[in-house]
């Protein structure tokens, strides 16, 4: 028998964890969308709302692809 102390496992927050994390991100992302075209930050609301578009279409690979990709740069 050892004395070695058990290990503390941390989990990394993931997508497949029914989803709530990535809700959560969209979520952020169509608010911010809003309230910069609202504050006429037109450049800012375009990018929020290209990440939006993407996780909701394509909700499996999350951020797995490229930013410049994401973002249509």
Request: hydrophobic share 35%; glycine share 6%; net charge negative.
């Amino acid at each position: 028998m050892s004395n070695q102390r058990l290990a503390k496992l941390q989990r990394k927050a993931t997508f497949n964890d029914n989803g709530s994390m990535l809700r959560q991100v969209i979520t952020f992302a169509k608010e911010a969308e809003e309230l910069l075209e609202k504050q006429g930050e037109e450049d800012a609301a375009f990018y929020f709302g290209q990440l939006k578009d993407w996780l909701i279409d394509h909700p499996s690979k999350g951020f797995n692809e490229p930013t410049h990709r994401i973002l249509g740069l």
